[in-house]
């Protein structure tokens, strides 16, 4: 792969990403959206298909990586950092992409996002803080507890996408491109289909304290633009918590590479 290919595949893939993502959180967070309040389980398998969409896209350029934590997984798995940064550029660069194409769509649920004349704080028609569609607010502000919790969530992601798609010990077939020793065969490619299961399940069962990050992309991308857009009552970007989602994924992403390699 070139290194056009992978910032052009990331770039295009994590766009998809974010327009998916941030698109279910917009849908259940704001006024006049048909999905509002539908809740956690939408949001959850929202993502998951997010991650379907952006990695099936971006794998026949790139191998539809679209996080930074695993691209840094990977790197530790295979010993190959030279085109880390590529991945990352087209990951970031994706990510804000897809952050504006989703204000792009629901351009006219933003702009509604403003308090009615006679309206009171607290009733239903109080606009809402908008910071949660783009990006992740914790439940509990608790820097320790938080950090770890992005750690281990993705350690919870990376390790299980190692042993479908690793360099040494992994289940065979399942994925995107030429098997080894297979005589030019390819992979089904279900496995990245796994990964977006794998991503709902962490959503349900480790998103409730931060609300499950797991990719510094995903976080910081749209926080940017959520500083940038002309939003109404758009409320803080939080710049004050925004390291916790990009270096807990990072570190658990390195961690869950060199757990792979000691134990596979």
């Known amino acids: ?59 026949p350029l790139s191998g539809g990586v679209i996080n930074p934590a695993v691209t840094f997984g990977l790197a530790v798995d295979t010993g190959v950092w030279s085109k880390v940064w590529v991945y990352l550029l087209g990951q970031i660069t994706g990510a804000m992409i897809g952050a504006v194409l989703c204000y792009l769509v629901y351009y006219a649920q933003f702009a509604a996002n403003v308090r009615k004349t006679g309206t009171t704080e607290g009733t239903v028609d109080e606009p809402v803080p908008t910071l949660g569609i783009f990006s992740t607010v914790p439940e509990i502000r608790n820097p320790i507890a938080n950090l770890v919790t992005e750690i281990l969530a993705t350690i919870a992601l990376v390790l299980p996408i190692l042993a479908l798609v690793g360099q040494d010990r992994h ?68 710049w004050g918590y925004s390291w916790i989602p990009v270096v807990g994924p990072l570190i658990g992403g390195l961690l869950g590479g060199v757990i792979y390699n000691a134990a596979f």
């Open 171 to 238: 289940v065979e077939g399942i994925g995107i491109g030429l098997i080894p020793g297979g005589g030019g065969i390819y992979g089904s490619g279900i496995a990245i289909l796994l990964v977006s299961l794998l991503v709902v399940g962490i959503g349900l069962s480790l998103g409730g304290p931060t609300g499950y990050a797991i990719n510094p992309a995903r976080d910081l991308g749209p926080r940017i633009i959520h500083a940038i857009l002309p939003i109404p009552n758009k409320g803080t970007s939080d």
């Open 1 to 59: 792969m070139t290194n056009g290919d992978i910032f052009v595949g990331e770039m295009i893939g994590t766009a998809i990403l974010i327009l998916f993502g941030a698109g279910v959180c917009a849908a259940v967070t704001l006024r006049f959206s048909k999905a509002r309040a539908s809740g956690w389980i939408v949001i959850a398998f929202g993502w998951g298909f997010a991650v379907l969409a952006g990695a099936y896209t971006a794998a």
